[in-house]
């Protein structure tokens, strides 16, 4: 989960986030050269009493200006679309599970499995352990099970939500009388915190997603507890 004073990402909990999180890293080293190399030019250009008279009318200088930012643009594009056709990529799912967005809560159904839904309201103040999260935490987790393929089904009951977990590096719209599907993969157990990313009335706020990766062995247990 984010942190106080926290610049970069959540640590990543898929394969999907960690390629998010290197794309975003190249990025930043190519915005960075190139702002480092317009700054230089502009400083050495300020600095200067004399004009430069192939830099005012100079075929040459404006085709270099024109291709290097095109082939700079290719360098971001490039990782850019592969990391798009991955993230709306489902492959063969291990597990679907629908969930749906109410004004101010989410419920889940796990569609492999009879009788196996609920619904998942932020903890209040009051019942609050002095180990929980505070506007994260809920009644009940969404438990899934880890290096396991999961698809989840996405739509709303009322208005636009977002299903958000950042370390999964999923953000989906919830949209009423539209299914929307994701796919992801978590490669470590744990406890990964979301938030509705669309706002959607007074307790937009008030909204949260857990997710607890578990082992098979113990989401198995989990879902014969649940549906007895």
Request: with cysteine; proline share 4%; charged share 15%.
């Amino acid at each position: 989960m984010a942190t106080w004073a926290q610049l970069g990402f959540q640590d990543s909990a898929s394969p999907l986030m960690e390629q998010l999180i290197f794309f975003h890293d190249h990025t930043i080293l190519v915005i960075t050269l190139v702002t480092t190399l317009v700054g230089y030019m502009m400083i050495s250009l300020f600095s200067n009493n004399y004009t430069n008279r192939f830099l005012l009318e100079s075929q040459t200088i404006e085709v270099v200006w024109t291709v290097v930012p095109a082939i700079i643009l290719v360098f971001i594009a490039m990782p850019s679309l592969r990391l798009l056709y991955l993230l709306d990529e489902v492959s063969e799912p291990a597990l679907t599970m629908k969930t749906m967005g109410h004004q101010w809560y989410w419920s889940y159904e796990y569609s492999d499995f009879l009788n196996l839904e609920f619904d998942s309201y932020m903890l209040p103040m009051n019942n609050l352990e002095s180990s929980g999260f505070r506007l994260l935490d809920v009644d009940a987790r969404t438990v899934l099970p880890t290096n396991t393929q999961i698809r989840v089904l996405i739509s709303a009951a009322d208005v636009l939500h977002s299903w958000t977990v950042p370390a999964l590096g999923v953000k989906v719209d919830a949209i009423p009388g539209r299914l929307n599907q994701t796919s992801f993969f978590m490669s470590r157990p744990g406890l990964f915190f979301g938030q509705c990313s669309e706002i959607c009335g007074a307790n937009h706020s008030f909204m949260p997603i857990v997710i607890e990766s578990v082992s098979m062995k113990q989401f198995i247990n989990w879902v014969t507890k649940m549906s007895s």
